[in-house]
Nanobody, 125 residues
Framework: QVQLVETGGGLVQAGGSLRLSCGAS????????MGWFRQAPGKEREFVAT????????RYADSVKGRFTVSRYNAKNTVYLQMNSLKPEDTAVYYCAVRENIRLMASNPYEYDYWGQGTQVTVSS
């Protein structure tokens, strides 16, 4: 059983930055693709970013491209989401997820096996 825990959310003014972390326990995830998703009130969960296993290729939603950066530090079994130039429309609960033992990236949330509990990000205008 994989457990994921997101940290780093909070309240920030528009234009500011936050770095989210997703720590994993129960498995070594260096071979697994990881994803970040978000869900705003009244909206469906949407893809934000993904990073592949082993090669650490990345892919982003158009809405965050150029502002967000996903990375991983396999020695700590942790994935990060650096968020810069934040906008009020980035306000949401952010979730990390893992495709266990599958290294290919995915933007469809149904292709992920385990999820964290989420961390709230609020961007004020």
């Amino acid at each position: 059983q994989v457990q994921l825990v997101e940290t780093g959310g909070g309240l920030v003014q528009a234009g500011g930055s936050l770095r989210l972390s997703c720590g994993a326990s129960g498995r070594t995830l260096s071979n697994s693709a990881m994803g970040w998703f978000r869900q705003a009130p009244g909206k469906e969960r949407e893809f934000v970013a993904t990073i592949s296993g082993i090669s650490s290729n990345t892919r982003y939603a158009d809405s965050v491209k150029g502002r967000f950066t996903v990375s991983r530090y396999n020695a700590k079994n942790t994935v990060y989401l650096q968020m810069n130039s934040l906008k009020p429309e980035d306000t949401a609960v952010y979730y990390c997820a893992v495709r266990e033992n599958i290294r290919l990236m995915a933007s469809n949330p149904y292709e992920y096996d385990y999820w964290g509990q989420g961390t709230q990000v609020t961007v004020s205008s």
